[in-house]
């Protein structure tokens, strides 16, 4: 009897999730204790069997293509899935992980760097991450980073409060007329909408500076990782959180399409859980003070 799909190697997953986490195929190698080439080897078999590129190639390293994009964020899923099921048949968690859980972009842009300064002071300390962009139970979290509302009854502390701005791709403006915030009013926007994060949206950033709510072309995604690959292809105007967008910004990947920015209603924060351990709460304290 036929299956009702067919998958690719894990072999082939497994190497793809890791260059995708990490943005490189040297990192995966590493991480994966193989040689760069046999991860590479492995990459293009995927995208020949799939039909499609995965990655974009660039002298100074790999970027996601939407296709790639998406790809990442459904095995995050399925991996954030089968460790759950692999933890519940074990009974146990390994108590000297510490285990944060955060959305695909601030890992990404944020806390994957910060994790590997943490490494240089505290080589010892384990630091797992659970990446998802969908509303999750953090059960089997010590810690986890939300942009929103900060709690007040619960043990949460500030991060970082940032500012709002609007970008896209270098020739964007150009090609759309963009000189003014009205202006933005009627060109493609990338709006990401999310269940889990309140993400600041692009009717309440156009009405701080006097606008009405957008009418040009809409695109709506679930992933803000997958907004600013989709803004980096030129689809649209994407809005991007300064404390996160600074490698983009750097690269030249994206622009600021015009100087207005808007002070972020909400701040991204620090939760620990009851279950956080000694190690976790010791890696916490380090957070903070970095931020100050």
Same mark, same amino acid.
């Given at each position: 009897?036929?299956?009702?799909?067919?998958?690719?190697?894990?072999?082939?997953?497994?190497? %793809?999730?890791?260059?995708?986490?990490?943005?490189? %195929?040297?990192?995966?190698?590493?991480?994966?204790?193989?040689?760069?080439?046999?991860?590479?080897?492995?990459?293009?078999?995927?995208?020949?069997?799939?039909?499609?590129?995965?990655?974009?190639?660039?002298?100074?390293?790999?970027?996601?293509?939407?296709?790639?994009?998406?790809? %990442?964020?459904?095995?995050?899923?399925?991996?954030?899935?089968?460790?759950?099921?692999?933890?519940?048949?074990?009974?146990?968690?390994?108590?000297?992980?510490?285990?944060?859980?955060?959305?695909?972009?601030?890992?990404?842009?944020?806390?994957?760097?910060?994790?590997?300064?943490?490494?240089?002071?505290?080589?010892?300390?384990?630091?797992?991450?659970?990446?998802?962009?969908?509303?999750?139970?953090?059960?089997?979290?010590?810690?986890?980073?939300?942009?929103?509302?900060?709690?007040?009854?619960?043990?949460?502390?500030?991060? %970082?409060?940032?500012?709002?701005?609007?970008?896209?791709?270098?020739?964007?403006?150009?090609?759309?007329?963009?000189?003014?915030?009205?202006?933005?009013?009627?060109?493609?926007?990338?709006?990401?909408?999310?269940?889990?994060?309140?993400?600041?949206?692009?009717?309440?950033?156009?009405?701080?500076?006097?606008?009405?709510?957008?009418?040009?072309?809409?695109?709506?995604?679930?992933?803000?990782?997958?907004?600013?690959?989709?803004?980096?292809?030129?689809?649209?105007?994407?809005?991007?959180?300064?404390?996160?967008?600074?490698?983009?910004?750097?690269?030249?990947?994206?622009?600021?399409?015009?100087?207005?920015?808007?002070?972020?209603?909400?701040?991204?924060?620090?939760?620990?859980?009851?279950?956080?351990?000694?190690?976790?709460?010791?890696?916490?304290?380090?957070?903070?003070?970095?931020?100050?």
């Amino acid at each position: 009897m036929p299956r009702p799909y067919d998958l690719p190697s894990m072999t082939a997953l497994v190497c %793809f999730e890791s260059a995708a986490r990490n943005l490189s %195929f040297k990192s995966a190698a590493s991480e994966l204790n193989v040689t760069p080439a046999a991860v590479s080897h492995q990459i293009k078999g995927l995208e020949s069997e799939l039909d499609v590129p995965l990655f974009r190639r660039q002298h100074r390293g790999v970027d996601l293509t939407e296709a790639g994009a998406y790809l %990442f964020v459904a095995l995050q899923r399925g991996f954030e899935g089968m460790s759950d099921a692999i933890r519940e048949i074990r009974s146990s968690v390994e108590a000297d992980d510490v285990i944060i859980q955060v959305t695909t972009a601030v890992s990404a842009f944020w806390l994957t760097p910060q994790i590997a300064s943490f490494w240089r002071a505290r080589p010892e300390i384990v630091v797992s991450q659970i990446v998802s962009d969908v509303a999750a139970p953090a059960g089997r979290a010590d810690l986890s980073i939300h942009y929103g509302a900060m709690p007040e009854d619960e043990e949460c502390q500030v991060l %970082f409060h940032d500012d709002i701005v609007a970008l896209a791709a270098p020739e964007f403006a150009a090609s759309n007329g963009i000189g003014t915030v009205a202006d933005l009013c009627h060109a493609p926007l990338i709006h990401v909408v999310a269940d889990g994060v309140d993400w600041t949206g692009w009717a309440t950033w156009l009405a701080a500076f006097g606008q009405g709510a957008p009418t040009g072309r809409r695109i709506a995604v679930n992933n803000h990782m997958i907004a600013l690959q989709l803004a980096r292809d030129g689809a649209g105007a994407v809005l991007g959180w300064t404390g996160l967008i600074g490698p983009l910004l750097e690269a030249g990947d994206l622009t600021r399409l015009v100087p207005d920015r808007m002070p972020s209603p909400h701040v991204f924060y620090l939760r620990t859980h009851p279950r956080a351990s000694a190690q976790a709460r010791v890696f916490r304290d380090w957070l903070i003070d970095a931020q100050r």
